[in-house]
């Protein structure tokens, strides 16, 4: 029996059909009880009731949690569809405040909070990128002479130390290494890292932050390459 080219394709396509991965149910039933099952659902209202439960879990007090989902609440809120009702603004907040304050992966937090993964990874992208964008003004003044003052007299008043406008250390945090980084990304430590580089003022507040210099950089280049220093000479 001799096939045309249109039965060879359609017999391609039958055969291509069989062989995909069909699919059980369009959403995991475990996923479908996170507004009964889910950890936010079942512990935060028991985390507000206690002051110093919430700051522990959290890494932040009740109050603090409020002033900031008031800030990008509007940014991170998403309408509901007809097949889905979207996630809080409070929850997105409290899920992506918990990967920050324990570290823990995202695959944990699919079964803490009972959402996909993928939509984690997407939450945490959103939450941050709204924070940044509404938060980085009031967290991260203008440096003006008059600020760099106001942080010297503050230094100097609590801890006695003279023309001093901030307190800087540099943090590694490590990372996969990146693909065609050869060895940009290794540092002293021996693992792949990129660089984050943090000044503080008297009270323990950030007033700067670099991040994403080469873990192979050294404390000295990063804080010389950055604006702090220039700004600060």
């Known amino acids: 029996m001799v096939l045309c080219c249109e039965d060879v394709l359609l017999l391609a396509l ?22 009964t099952k889910g ?15 919430f700051f522990n879990y959290f890494r932040m007090s009740k109050s603090s949690f409020d002033e900031l ?18 996630i809080p603004a409070e929850e ?14 995202m695959t944990d937090l699919h079964f803490q909070y009972r959402i996909s993964q993928p939509m984690i990874s997407v939450i945490i992208r959103q939450v ?8 980085k003004q009031v967290c991260f003044p203008k440096m003006t002479e008059r600020f760099w003052l106001d942080t010297a007299a503050e230094f100097y008043q609590k801890t006695n130390f003279p023309h001093c406008l901030g307190a800087v250390d540099v943090k590694h945090v490590r990372v996969v290494k990146p693909e065609n980084s050869g060895s940009l990304y290794y540092n002293y430590k ?3 890292s990129v660089l984050l580089l943090a000044i503080c003022d008297a ?10 210099a080469y873990g192979k950089s050294s404390d000295s280049t990063v804080f010389k390459d950055g604006v702090f220093f220039s700004k600060a000479k």
């Open 14 to 35: 039958l055969i291509k059909k069989r062989r995909r991965r069909t699919r059980r149910f369009r959403k995991h039933p475990m996923l479908m009880s996170r507004r």
């Open 92 to 105: 997105k907040l409290a899920l992506t405040l918990r990967y920050f304050a324990s570290g823990t992966s």
């Open 190 to 192: 021996n693992y792949f």
């Open 128 to 135: 941050c990128k709204a924070i940044w964008e509404r938060v």
């Open 39 to 53: 950890i936010y659902y079942t512990l935060y209202d028991d985390l507000c009731a206690s002051g110093s439960k």
């Open 203 to 212: 009270s323990y507040k950030f007033i700067y932050i670099d991040v994403g």
């Open 69 to 86: 989902l008031g800030c990008i609440k509007d940014d991170i809120t998403v309408p509901d569809t007809l097949l889905n009702n979207s």
